[in-house]
């Protein structure tokens, strides 16, 4: 199939471009920026700015699937400013893709979204079928998901990939905190008692394909392990498998004084539950937290 990916030159972007080029896909990346130097060969790049229209347009007609992982990163303090550009990155991106999308068309359309979509839920189970937050985060996923369903008028089959937190050996959330651990430095964020709803590289990378491939699947769809755990967990299976002291907490004032608004998110979470993916039956290779771990740090 051709694929046209959104945001390839990201932590997932980068990879997803590898499997599908080794699966035989016609793959086409879009970003912006020079080409990243781990992107294959076999992938035609495009350099564009996907919030503005532009000739980067012109090569959506031609794909059958598109997979939209554009978004700037949140993992900054959230000034005005950063808080606008969070939205807009997401917002006119999908905005512009979708447009680009010939009328009657048969395409299907994965564009991310995160388990954000839920806010601050404390203890509550959430699966797909649970309403919005209404936090900064959970307005963002709304209005992104928005944008892409609208391309459901044009006959595409609409797929919003909530994302948990990406484990990976190449960057994500464990390219800041393995280096703390090494510092003997790593712990919990504040009580450690929020849940974190996490999804090993490959389990990602294999729903996206299971997903690709089974058409009844649309709508949203919880891109997370079946086992989330609390952050504290979390810090101690790190610590123990980096043979590392991990009771060294994040005072919660630090992380508000330090990132303001999104320090605070780091100290609520959700508890996400993959509902969709396991009641078609899709297999986790990684459905525990240690072994996902095990798995990273083996290198």
């Not at 992938?43 to 347009?57: E, H, L, R």
């Not at 209005?143 to 484990?167: H, S, Y």
């Amino acid at each position: 199939m051709k694929v046209l990916i959104t945001g390839a030159s990201g932590f997932v972007g980068t990879q997803l471009c590898v499997r599908l080029v080794h699966r035989g896909h016609q793959v086409t990346g879009v970003a912006h920026g020079p080409r990243p130097s781990a992107m294959p060969s076999q992938v035609s790049y495009i350099a564009a700015d996907t919030t503005q229209p532009g000739s980067w347009q012109e090569a959506v007609a031609d794909q059958d699937v598109l997979i939209n992982l554009a978004g700037a990163s949140i993992f900054r303090r959230w000034t005005a400013k950063a808080k606008e550009i969070i939205y807009q990155s997401r917002i006119l991106t999908t905005q512009n893709l979708v447009q680009a999308i010939p009328s009657e068309s048969s395409k299907t359309l994965l564009s991310t979204s995160a388990v954000g979509y839920y806010g601050p839920r404390g203890d509550a189970s959430l699966t797909e079928e649970e309403p919005p937050g209404s936090d900064f985060l959970a307005s963002v996923c709304v209005d992104w998901e928005g944008e892409a369903l609208k391309a459901r008028a044009k006959g595409v089959r609409v797929v919003c990939c909530r994302f948990g937190i990406v484990l990976g050996k190449t960057g994500g959330a464990l390219g800041q905190m393995i280096p703390a651990f090494k510092r003997f430095v790593g712990g919990p964020l504040g009580d450690g008692r929020q849940w974190f709803s996490w999804i090993h590289m490959e389990d990602l990378l294999g729903a996206m394909f299971f997903v690709m491939e089974k058409e009844a699947i649309e709508g949203p769809v919880n891109f997370c392990a079946p086992n989330p755990v609390r952050n504290e967990t979390l810090a101690q299976v790190l610590g123990r498998l980096l043979h590392r002291p991990s009771f060294l907490r994040t005072p919660a004032f630090a992380l508000k004084w330090a990132l303001g608004e999104f320090g605070s998110v780091l100290l609520e979470g959700q508890r996400v539950f993959p509902g969709v993916l396991l009641r078609h039956g899709y297999v986790f290779r990684y459905p525990a937290i240690e072994d996902a771990l095990k798995d990273i740090l083996k290198d």
